[in-house]
């Protein structure tokens, strides 16, 4: 049986800086790679439709034919599944990262804390100048808190990730027990609000000349209805979760026509959503983030992303993984579907059947990797996912400098193709950037060490250029 290789710890004596090409653990670039272009299958909704249309696929294009297996398909194998192996994968890039300067009896604090400062950075500006969707800055922060848990033991670890996972959860399920509060208090008052209306207006006489001073009656909007908020504060809190969850027309020419604008258009735009998006990722998604993070250091120190379990631990991942996690995602599906995509059903209750069931296919498709890794068959793809997976960061961004360049104006420099291309022609675009990726990553790191990006990022964490050309 033919496998692919894995790292050896560096022993004393060597140079600190980045780690070589002999001593990368090669099933795990395999499994970045897999999964970094796996990402943009779900990313390309928010690139090229309405942003509400990446949960609610209701909004923006069509949602029945073609169209709707294409949602169905990659809501039940890529949604949160690939996010989920990148973020298991940074974890255990943590521990790769700082054990190898501790072995060597080095501190690693600073470095550690000067490489997640500049992602912190480099997202900041890759979420405001360039896409709201940015996924680096929550992981730069959650980065900063796993160096304090990385030497822990892996149940301690599995503990903790299972317990950042239901903050999440919980979180969740009480902000849909408050809209679902809100929305019920909320028609309950219209509707005695009505029936007290409606005789009074038809018992009122239009006869009547007289003018009488009355006292003017107190605003019913201003009654306090629930948790000391006021009927107008609830009709407030319903009507932007709903417009956020189902955009009106206005709403939606507003988000087009600003990014087939100027790029000031564009940036004017875009700022307030990205700070209310990572305040949101923040407060209540980033608990999901750190949960696959431990999961990823678990997993890695018991050699599970190295590719060195049995075959069998990793078929039983696969057959677990894809039996569990597809059924419960399928019944959040159908639970959808019977509610029309109401926005506290889907938002806040049913989407906890792909939150817990991503996290089953998600290991499932590690097994699948994993298993690849070790067989040595498709050798071929696996090089080539793993040359994509050493250009990760590189890839990654070059996903959203092409996307919204082929569905931006970007002030005439884009195509301008956006809510032009349904999902099944989204597709396509996937492929092309899949089938380029594939082959370019491999001719590069041919005559390159790292992608560009990595070699920005590591000089910039070492605070010394690191040698290019090998």
């Known amino acids: 049986m033919t496998t692919i290789p894995s790292a050896q710890v560096p022993t004393d004596g060597e140079v600190v800086g980045p780690v070589i090409e002999k001593r990368r653990i090669d099933s795990i670039d395999v499994l970045r790679g897999f999964a970094v272009l796996g990402i943009l299958i779900m990313n390309i909704q928010s690139f090229a439709l309405p942003m509400?249309?990446?949960?609610?696929?209701?909004?923006?294009?069509?949602?029945?034919?073609?169209?709707?297996?294409?949602?169905?398909?990659?809501?039940?194998?890529?949604?949160?599944?690939?996010?989920?192996?990148?973020?298991?994968?940074?974890?255990?890039?943590?521990?790769?990262?700082?054990?190898?300067?501790?072995?060597?009896?080095?501190?690693?604090?600073?470095?550690?804390?000067?490489?997640?400062?500049?992602?912190?950075?480099?997202?900041?500006?890759?979420?405001?100048?360039?896409?709201?969707?940015?996924?680096?800055?929550?992981?730069?922060?959650?980065?900063?808190?796993?160096?304090?848990?990385?030497?822990?033991?892996?149940?301690?670890?599995?503990?903790?990730?299972?317990?950042?996972?239901?903050?999440?959860?919980?979180?969740?399920?009480?902000?849909g027990f408050s809209f679902g509060r809100m929305r019920t208090a909320l028609d309950a008052h219209d509707a005695q609000a009505a029936a007290i209306i409606a005789p009074a207006e038809a018992e009122s006489s239009p006869d009547t000349t007289e003018s009488t001073e009355l006292e003017e009656p107190p605003d019913p909007e201003a009654a306090e209805l629930l948790w000391g908020m006021s009927v107008k504060d609830v009709r407030e809190q319903l009507q932007v979760m709903r417009q956020q969850w189902s955009p009106s027309e206005e709403e939606l020419n507003k988000e087009t026509t600003a990014l087939n604008g100027s790029y000031l258009d564009e940036l004017i735009y875009r700022a307030p959503i990205v700070a209310s998006m990572q305040i949101f990722i923040l407060m209540l998604f980033a608990w999901r983030i750190l949960s696959m993070m431990l999961l990823g250091m678990a997993l890695f120190k018991r050699g599970v992303l190295s590719a060195t379990r049995s075959a069998a631990t990793y078929l039983a991942m696969v057959v677990i993984g894809f039996a569990?996690?597809?059924?419960?995602?399928?019944?959040?599906?159908?639970?959808?579907?019977?509610?029309?995509?109401?926005?506290?059903?889907?938002?806040?209750?049913?989407?906890?059947?792909?939150?817990?069931?991503?996290?089953?296919?998600?290991?499932?498709?590690?097994?699948?990797?994993?298993?690849?890794?070790?067989?040595?068959?498709?050798?071929?793809?696996?090089?080539?996912?793993?040359?994509?997976?050493?250009?990760?960061?590189?890839?990654?961004?070059?996903?959203?400098?092409?996307?919204?360049?082929?569905?931006?104006?970007?002030?005439g420099l884009g195509l301008a193709k956006y809510e032009q291309l349904n999902r099944v022609e989204l597709l396509g675009v996937v492929a092309a950037i899949f089938i380029f990726q594939m082959i370019a990553s491999p001719i590069w790191l041919h005559y390159f060490r790292f992608g560009p990006l990595e070699w920005v990022w590591r000089s910039l964490t070492y605070w010394k250029l690191q040698p290019m050309w090998k």
């Open 52 to 175: 509400a249309a990446y949960m609610n696929p209701t909004v923006g294009g069509r949602f029945d034919g073609a169209d709707y297996w294409v949602w169905l398909v990659g809501h039940l194998l890529a949604d949160l599944k690939f996010m989920s192996i990148f973020s298991m994968l940074f974890g255990a890039g943590v521990i790769l990262f700082t054990s190898r300067l501790e072995k060597r009896g080095l501190h690693s604090t600073a470095l550690h804390y000067r490489r997640m400062g500049w992602l912190l950075l480099i997202g900041l500006l890759h979420a405001y100048l360039l896409w709201y969707g940015d996924i680096l800055v929550p992981y730069a922060l959650c980065g900063m808190a796993l160096f304090w848990v990385r030497k822990l033991r892996p149940s301690t670890l599995l503990s903790l990730s299972i317990a950042s996972l239901m903050v999440t959860a919980v979180l969740m399920a009480l902000l």
């Open 324 to 411: 569990v996690g597809l059924p419960l995602i399928w019944i959040g599906v159908q639970r959808n579907l019977a509610a029309d995509f109401d926005f506290i059903a889907a938002q806040f209750h049913n989407s906890h059947f792909n939150y817990f069931g991503s996290v089953f296919v998600s290991l499932g498709w590690i097994g699948v990797i994993m298993l690849l890794c070790r067989s040595g068959a498709l050798h071929w793809l696996a090089a080539s996912l793993g040359a994509v997976g050493r250009m990760a960061f590189t890839n990654y961004i070059m996903h959203t400098v092409v996307c919204t360049m082929i569905f931006y104006n970007r002030g």
